[in-house]
């Protein structure tokens, strides 16, 4: 079969939902499809400046990426604007400002995909907040193929799939595919059909994850303390991602617990570079920016757990990485994060804002290592039994094949009903 992938991005940007469609279109194409990718050549959101070639083969996927209308200040402002006052009145004629002001805009996308979706049997389109999925669904409409949509929607965050043309895709769509049950759930309240929607989730290349260092040769590679307990923040930092938080946790506790050492990797922003002042005072915080995907597993390998207090998560791919080195993990009681980590089980949850509820889990998992050392083993399983890339594609693989028998039956009832 012949599937074109639609995403705003695609490695070697850095995302959840980028990881998610690479993974899969990679997985995919090994199991004999087509699989062709249709992107903008960014590598950053923030911009949507074009960085990327136009051109590439990664492990058997065609990579096509095109130039998009960077996202200059006063696009922001359009944006803001748009969302502020849509949520105050509900009104349509705020969302072209949400449009134009999200982004990515590629008219050069677009008129691709008018001309040559044709050559698929279905699309897929990738990440419902930015609005390439919007113009991807209607021209696939208009030439009459097959969608399927993942949203990654952060069920928290209404501007991520409740505005008006995301309800649209969402009802419209031939298949969705949730991360989670809470994602579904969600959904079905906003009237889409249960037999429309699957929860899938995100998997993990098993192949990518082999690390030939232990924790202390790990911990050697980046100068951390063999005897300390290691918290590992993974990610970028952002303020959703709440790496702010879980640096005042391990700040309250650091005077209690000395051994306790704090790792923070991922990309820096002008907003968390201007913070790091406010700590510099504080023992044992050790930062990286962005790293290679070496650099992370070894970074995984050495902490003794991740804390991710993040409040906008669909899905949180960076638990699953943590588990598999089987380390356990932190997150926030979010519907989307409770209905992926079993508390207690394979990591400790913590109310959303509530530090002293995280400093607690915290305190916790140094105070009882076995316990967090089982947590992780525990976390480690269920990514083995429900997480891998295989499993995902080819659940995936069956979404697929049921929505093509639903729309070739559909087309033949229709074309029936016009003789």
């Not at 919007?134 to 505005?163: D, M, R, S």
């Not at 697929?400 to 028998?405: E, H, K, V």
């Amino acid at each position: 079969m012949r599937f074109l992938h639609v995403s705003h991005q695609y490695p070697p940007a850095i995302g959840g939902s980028e990881k998610y469609i690479a993974d899969l279109s990679e997985a995919l194409a090994a199991r004999g499809h087509q699989v062709d990718v249709f992107t903008t050549r960014a590598t950053d959101y923030h911009s949507w400046r074009s960085e990327l070639p136009p051109f590439e083969r990664r492990n058997g996927v065609a990579v096509y990426r095109f130039n998009s209308f960077r996202r200059r200040n006063y696009m922001w402002r359009m944006l803001h604007f748009g969302l502020r006052n849509y949520w105050r009145t509900r009104s349509a004629r705020y969302e072209p400002f949400i449009f134009w002001g999200g982004g990515p805009n590629s008219m050069e996308m677009a008129w691709a995909m008018w001309q040559r979706a044709k050559q698929y049997d279905l699309i897929h389109l990738n990440c419902l907040v930015y609005t390439h999925v919007v113009y991807g669904y209607w021209i696939a409409k208009k030439l009459g193929l097959p969608v399927v949509v993942t949203p990654h929607a952060h069920i928290e965050q209404e501007q991520t799939y409740n505005i008006g043309f995301q309800r649209k895709v969402l009802l419209g769509a031939d298949h969705i595919i949730a991360d989670t049950t809470a994602e579904r759930d969600r959904f079905l309240e906003i009237g889409v059909n249960p037999w429309q929607v699957s929860v899938n989730g995100v998997g993990l290349d098993l192949t990518a994850y082999r690390h030939d260092m232990d924790t202390a040769a790990a911990r050697r590679k980046l100068n951390l303390p063999e005897d300390a307990f290691v918290v590992l923040f993974l990610g970028r930092k952002v303020r959703y991602k709440g790496w702010d938080l879980a640096l005042d946790a391990y700040a309250s506790l650091r005077e209690q617990f000395p051994q306790l050492h704090f790792l923070a990797v991922g990309p820096e922003t002008d907003e968390s570079e201007k913070m790091w002042t406010h700590y510099q005072h504080i023992p044992g915080i050790h930062i990286m920016g962005k790293v290679s995907e070496s650099e992370k597993l070894t970074a995984l390998q050495a902490c003794d757990c991740l804390m991710l207090p993040s409040a906008g998560e669909a899905f949180g791919i960076v638990f699953l990485e943590a588990w598999l080195m089987g380390k356990p993990v932190i997150g926030l009681r979010t519907k989307a994060i409770a209905s992926l980590v079993q508390h207690g089980h394979d990591g400790l949850l913590a109310e959303p804002g509530n530090l002293a509820d995280l400093t607690t889990a915290l305190a916790h998992l140094v105070t009882k290592p076995q316990l967090a050392r089982q947590m992780g083993q525990n976390g480690r399983q269920k990514v083995l039994q429900h997480y891998t890339t295989d499993r995902i594609a080819q659940k995936t693989e069956a979404i697929y094949m049921q929505t093509l028998r639903h729309h070739w039956q559909k087309t033949h009832q229709e074309m029936n009903g016009q003789r």
